[in-house]
């Protein structure tokens, strides 16, 4: 079922990307000198869908950190949870009886056979 899921999602969100690299293939300048247009400090000339599949990618990684990040107190409770239920087990198996711990006879007054 995940397969075909998979399928129905990802197929047409790789042909839409394979359309838009196609249809972005001239070359287009980048500059981060906003003053001077003619002659930059720093100007790089890629294709226009790199600067698309980048702009992607960088927009994945930036939703992720932000979930990651939103979602801490929620990690950060399961640490809680998680280290106070060991801490009760191990309360609860120090108060344990010795005696419900010891093997205890099948039945009573009869003498346990070894299967030696």
């Known amino acids: 079922m995940r397969k075909i899921i998979n399928l129905v999602f990802f197929v047409p969100i790789a042909i839409l990307l394979i359309l ?6 001239h070359w287009v300048s980048f500059s981060i000198d906003p003053l001077n ?3 930059p400090a720093f100007s790089i000339s ?5 600067f698309m599949f980048g702009m992607l990618i960088i927009g994945a ?3 992720a950190s932000l979930t990651w990040i939103s979602q ?6 399961l640490r809680e949870k998680s280290y106070e239920a060991t801490k009760m087990q191990r309360e609860y198996e120090k108060k344990q009886p010795k005696e419900m711990t010891e093997t205890k006879e099948v ?3 009869l003498p346990l056979i ?3």
Request: charge should be positive.
């Open 20 to 25: 838009l690299s196609v249809a972005n293939r």
């Open 37 to 39: 247009t003619e002659n």
């Open 46 to 50: 890629l294709p226009f869908f790199v």
């Open 61 to 63: 990684i930036i939703g």
């Open 72 to 77: 801490g107190k929620h990690r950060k409770a």
């Open 107 to 109: 039945a009573p007054g």
């Open 114 to 116: 070894s299967s030696n």
